[in-house]
Structure formats: structure tokens, C-alpha cells
Nanobody
Framework: QVELGESGGGLVQAGGSLRLSCAAS????????MGWFRQAPGKEREVVAR????????YYAGSVKGRFTISRDNAKNTVYLQMNSLKPEDTAVYYC???????????WGQGTQVTVSS
């Protein structure tokens, strides 16, 4: 069982930066692939980035590649999303999630709002 809680969202001007954090409970955090997803109003939830258990392998959606960086600190049970060069189209609720393998993305945080003004 993993409980997730995001923080770090807010309002930022286009071109600015934010760093999201996701703190996890549970002693098995390091065994999970972790991901960041987002959902904008009227749109489906989409994957933004994911990172494997060790941090050695990452994936980014094309729309954020080169601007966002996902990382994790297993000693702190925390995954991060550094977002640079933010654009108004990045405005969404951002969620972190844990992937338990065969069971998929079955642990989710409550989400944090990111709003980018033009």
C-alpha cells in the first residue's frame, strides 16, 4: 500500500519554473515505477513523465521533453518534477502515481493545480 501527496503547484507566468514534489508513504516506495500525469479542463488525463525504481530510466511526453525533468530520492520516498520554460498549455492538475507492475497505476495522489499565465 502506498499513499501519495503532491505539493509545489501554483500560479506562474509563462517562461517560469515550478518544482512539484510527491511524498510517498510505505516502505516499498523504491520498488515502484513512479509517474507524473496531468489533466487539463475538458481533456483526458495524460502521462507527463515516468521514472523506474532506480531512476536510471525515464520517459517524457513529447510536449514536455527538454523542459521537464523527473527525478526521485528513494531515501526520502519522494519523486520530483522540475518544470522549466512553462507554457500556458501546461496548465492542468498534476498527479503523481505509483505503478505496481502487473496491477498498473493503482496508487494516485490528490493532485496539485499548476496554472501558467500568458
Amino acid at each position: 500500500q502506498v499513499e501519495l501527496g503532491e505539493s509545489g503547484g501554483g500560479l506562474v507566468q509563462a517562461g517560469g519554473s515550478l518544482r512539484l514534489s510527491c511524498a510517498a508513504s510505505g516502505r516499498t516506495f523504491s520498488s515502484y515505477t513512479m509517474g507524473w500525469f496531468r489533466q487539463a479542463p475538458g481533456k483526458e488525463r495524460e502521462v507527463v513523465a515516468r521514472i523506474n525504481w532506480s531512476g536510471a530510466n525515464t520517459y517524457y511526453a513529447g510536449s514536455v521533453k527538454g523542459r521537464f525533468t523527473i527525478s526521485r530520492d528513494n531515501a526520502k520516498n519522494t519523486v520530483y518534477l522540475q518544470m522549466n520554460s512553462l507554457k500556458p498549455e501546461d496548465t492542468a492538475v498534476y498527479y503523481c502515481a505509483a505503478n505496481g507492475g502487473p496491477t498498473g497505476w493503482n496508487y494516485w495522489g490528490q493532485g496539485t493545480q499548476v496554472t501558467v499565465s500568458s
